[in-house]
């Protein structure tokens, strides 16, 4: 991987407008790159708002949507990940992270995991993706992932694998838990706890980007983050308010990680696809499915 | 949970530890969201201002509170509503925390709107029908305040009553939102502690005051300190009746709470529409509120 600083754009979308979102992005963009960074990334459906429920149609784009072509032409100085809903040429609509470098989508990212329980209804609305990858940029190998799909560590670990130096998330979090004594929200202790362990166990860099703001009365509690491979925050962003926050990812510190700690080198891919396969065909041929 | 070892039923300490526990919260963290909640929910309708309806009580302590530290004291105006029975000591600790704040306020007597209404009856009304008729002409007195201040109505129906359905629909549940809506009784104290709501507000005994001497925990037949265990165990945690009652919660309290909530389910939720077509409003028409904002 080669040194990169990356800013992580801490924003606070309006559910539903597209134009207002997209404007917001530009500004931080410019921002970004004007202060040094060579990536900056935005939290998950940044460019739609989150809670669309009936709105979905209205805000999903494909990927070679004109209205994204001010995005495409600002990651010519600036790489930039954000968040939006992608329709599918058979009208399928899913939530999606996309790499942009140099004006072209670089990877996409669908996010696998649509969250379908409490206060949540993606999967009436939204249709989910089917795979995990890293992909290859200039700066190295990267890998993205969203919100719902890190709350399944199977996902980090695919990426890992597959030879990710840096894993982003990208989330609207929703803020919940305000249980005495944390000082914190419950849901940011969890996420916190998250970021740290996959970076400390896959010995890479864990970019967390999550929205602040409201909708419908649910808060985004922001707190995003850089942690580096060995488990140190590198970076926060303050919790509840938007910002843009700046960091530097060395290839040293991977090096330096991987040599201590070399988990990474260790890991058994073939064992865990071997057992994977055969736990998925005994659960099929058992249970239909 | 079990007979013990010498047969005597002890209580689930860790079901009740559990409640306790859940119970409290950080009322600093807390107060930031709701703070943010406040003037997020609002601004985003173009509007800086709020309206309260405070009664004395802690609930619109609270509220009232919450809104003054989210726009400020001069954009919230309390609006005072007695009826003549109302305890005149509510009035007193309304215009404490008023001057407190710094915010200002008005005092609208609902009595000759009340006692008109209640004249125009065949009959003498129960005190049911009486206080809902009360807090229904609150409401229409407050969203008029609502218009002439350009504020939107800050709620102040918390969670214990909102799920035992404690309250009079578009009366006092009625709001633009409502930012302790998610906080049981005894939560909403120790958020008061936190706002530095006057103690006379914080110590006395609940009550709707919507007749002399009313007090919320008499009419009820609990105390708040144990049916916000209950309901906590129940709705957040998600226990079972039964597990409460294995825990050492009485059982009668237990089913009374259960009941409660099921039988007042309608008062949280909008009107039912009857579905005809295709795509009925909240049915499958289903946009969020925040639309566009």
């Known amino acids: 991987m080669h040194d990169f600083q990356l800013a992580l754009a801490q924003v606070r979308p309006a559910l539903g407008d597209l134009e207002h979102n997209l404007a917001l992005h530009l500004d931080y963009i410019e921002r970004a790159a004007t202060d040094g960074a060579d990536v900056v990334v935005f939290p998950e459906q940044s460019l739609t708002g989150y809670f669309l429920s009936d709105l979905v149609p209205d805000v999903a784009l494909p990927r070679d949507?004109?209205?994204?072509?001010?995005?495409?032409?600002?990651?010519?100085?600036?790489d930039v990940i954000f968040g939006f809903v992608e329709e599918t040429s058979d009208h399928r609509f899913l939530p999606a992270a996309g790499?942009?470098?140099?004006?072209?989508?670089?990877?996409?990212?669908?996010k696998v995991y649509l969250v379908t329980y409490g206060l949540f209804d993606e999967a009436r609305d939204l249709a989910g993706g089917g795979s995990v990858r890293a992909f290859d940029t200039p700066i190295g190998r990267q890998a993205m992932l969203i919100c719902e799909d890190l709350w399944h560590p199977t996902t980090a670990s695919i990426a890992a694998a597959d030879g990710a130096d840096v894993i982003y998330g990208l989330?609207?979090?929703?803020?919940?838990?305000?249980?005495?004594?944390?000082?914190?929200?419950?849901?940011?202790?969890?996420?916190?706890?998250?970021?740290r362990l996959y970076a400390t166990l896959h010995v890479c860099y864990v970019v967390h980007c999550n929205r602040v703001g409201f909708e419908d009365g649910v808060n985004f509690w922001g707190g995003s983050e850089v942690v580096g491979p060995d488990g140190e925050v590198l970076a926060r962003a303050p919790d509840f308010e938007e910002a843009l926050v700046f960091a530097t990812l060395a290839d040293a510190s991977l090096r330096r990680q991987r040599t201590r700690l070399p988990l990474r080198r260790d890991e058994n891919v073939t064992l865990n696809g071997l057992e994977f396969a055969r736990i998925a065909a005994q659960r099929h041929w058992r249970d239909d499915g | 949970m079990r007979p013990s070892a010498t047969g005597e039923m002890t209580v689930d300490v860790s079901l009740r530890e559990r409640a306790r526990r859940g119970l409290d919260l950080d009322s600093g963290l807390t107060c930031r969201v709701?703070?943010?909640?406040?003037?997020?929910?609002?601004?985003?309708?173009?509007?800086q201002r709020a309206v309260v309806a405070l009664s004395g009580g802690i609930d619109s302590a609270v509220s009232c509170a919450l809104a003054a530290r989210a726009f400020g004291p001069k954009r919230v105006l309390a609006v005072l509503m007695p009826y003549r029975t109302s305890n005149p000591a509510s009035r007193g600790d309304a215009e404490t925390l008023v001057d407190q704040l710094g915010i200002p306020s008005t005092v609208i007597e609902i009595s000759a709107a009340v006692?008109?209404?209640?004249?125009?009856?065949?009959?003498?009304?129960?005190?049911?029908?009486?206080?809902?008729?009360?807090?229904?002409?609150?409401?229409?007195?407050?969203?008029?305040?609502?218009?002439?201040?350009?504020?939107?109505?800050?709620?102040?129906?918390?969670?214990?009553e909102l799920l035992l359905g404690y309250g009079t629909q578009f009366g006092d549940m009625a709001s633009a939102v409502n930012p302790i809506g998610d906080l049981y009784k005894t939560q909403v104290r120790a958020v008061a502690t936190a706002l530095d709501v006057p103690a006379a507000i914080r110590d006395k005994a609940p009550s709707a005051d919507l007749w002399v001497g009313q007090s919320d925990e008499d009419e009820l037949g609990f105390d708040y300190a144990t049916a916000d265990q209950v309901l906590y165990l129940l709705i957040d945690e998600m226990y079972a009746p039964a597990d409460l009652i294995d825990g050492g919660f009485d059982a009668d309290l237990v089913h009374?709470?259960?009941?409660?909530?099921?039988?007042?389910?309608?008062?949280r939720r909008l009107p039912l529409i009857a579905k005809l077509s295709n795509r009925t409003i909240d049915r499958d028409f289903r946009y969020p509120r925040d639309w566009g904002r």
């Open chain 2, 256 to 267: 009374d709470l259960q009941r409660r909530v099921v039988r007042s389910q309608f008062k």
């Open chain 2, 34 to 47: 709701l703070e943010a909640f406040i003037r997020d929910e609002i601004e985003k309708f173009g509007i």
């Open chain 2, 115 to 160: 006692d008109g209404l209640l004249g125009e009856l065949d009959e003498e009304p129960n005190p049911l029908r009486r206080g809902n008729i009360m807090a229904r002409a609150r409401m229409i007195a407050l969203y008029d305040q609502s218009e002439a201040f350009g504020g939107l109505v800050v709620g102040t129906s918390n969670k214990t």
């Open chain 1, 171 to 195: 989330s609207s979090s929703p803020g919940r838990g305000v249980a005495g004594g944390t000082h914190e929200l419950g849901s940011a202790e969890t996420w916190r706890a998250m970021n």
């Open chain 1, 65 to 78: 949507d004109p209205r994204l072509d001010p995005l495409r032409e600002a990651s010519r100085r600036i």
């Open chain 1, 99 to 110: 790499y942009l470098h140099k004006g072209e989508f670089v990877h996409v990212h669908h």
